[in-house]
């Protein structure tokens, strides 16, 4: 299991998507992705029951660790200084909805199946964290247990 931290840093990239409340089926560069481009900061996070505050973060290290970029359906984050890229596919059609993030650990692709929502200009994901994890694991509300997460993430 990750620290929550980690998962934050280290898989920073594996958090982040918003939709725009349009009721078509995106595929992270379809139709209602141009709302999900842009430039985001974490500002917080919750995990394994313990919530990490923007203040908290941003004592971590550096603002450029705490910075996710996305543009169509590829989203990058920064980890130990370098690009951290990662496939978004969100599908808005769903009650929540729905994202799913692709990016390689250890080599390998991994998966994280999760839900989000924007609200203004603050994007809220909640995403399955598990190696294991199937789309039948993804979260049904925006509760951070086990082993998933929660991130909080404001436009810069």
């Keep these: 299991m990750r620290t929550p931290f980690g998962i934050a840093l280290a898989g920073a990239v594996l958090t982040l998507a918003v939709g725009c409340g349009k009721k078509d089926k995106d595929s992270g560069g379809g139709p209602g992705s141009g709302a999900l481009e842009g430039t985001y900061q974490i500002v917080g996070m919750e995990a394994m029951g313990m919530k990490i505050t923007e203040d908290q973060l941003k004592g971590k290290g550096k603002d450029e660790e705490r910075t996710i970029t996305i543009k169509g359906n590829q989203m990058t984050g920064k980890k130990g200084g370098k690009d951290d890229p990662a496939t ?69």
């Design 88 to 156: 978004i596919k969100t599908d808005s059609t769903k009650t929540p909805n729905e994202i799913d993030i692709t990016a390689k650990e250890n080599g390998k692709d991994q998966t994280g199946y999760g839900i989000y929502k924007l609200e203004g200009d603050t994007l809220t994901i909640c995403v399955n964290m598990s190696e294991k994890a199937q789309p039948k694991d993804r979260p049904k509300e925006f509760k951070s247990e086990g082993e998933t997460m929660i991130l909080v993430l404001k436009k810069k």
